[in-house]
């Protein structure tokens, strides 16, 4: 089972910027995701990376503003998020696929295949 440690959340205004860490430790060579849930909202998914860092995956509503990176040497993936927006605010949580490299193996999983983080809150005000 990985652990996971998120950090960098915090206050950020409508049009700026955040970047979200994630610690991994425990196991390697897995696909690695953020995911999200807003306040009355379900969890829902937010970006994918494959092992190697050359396919990654985006939910619409963040194409073009979050990037997905990710460090093997330091078993840290990223999450950078630009022109946030009030819609943004949410609890961000690390996950990491207990059975492949592929970000498919995130987009596709089901939660009980998943290893996660506590999450890290991000408010964005407008």
């Known amino acids: 089972q990985a ?13 700026g910027s955040l970047r979200l860490s994630c610690a991994a430790s425990g196991r390697s060579n ?17 970006a994918a990376i494959s092992w190697s860092g050359i396919a990654t995956y985006y939910t619409d509503s963040v ?21 946030l927006k009030p819609d943004d605010t949410a609890v961000y949580y690390c996950a990491a696929s207990r059975t492949g490299h592929s970000f498919t193996d995130i987009v596709q999983a089901p939660p009980e295949n998943l290893d996660w983080g506590r999450g890290t809150q991000v408010t964005v005000s407008s």
């Open 3 to 15: 652990e996971l440690v998120e950090s960098g959340g915090g206050l950020a205004q409508a049009g």
């Open 30 to 46: 897995y696909a690695l995701g953020w995911f999200r849930r807003a306040p009355g909202k379900e969890r829902e998914f937010v």
């Open 63 to 83: 194409k073009g503003r979050f990037t997905i990176s990710r460090n093997n040497v330091e078993n840290t993936v990223y999450l950078q998020m630009n022109s």
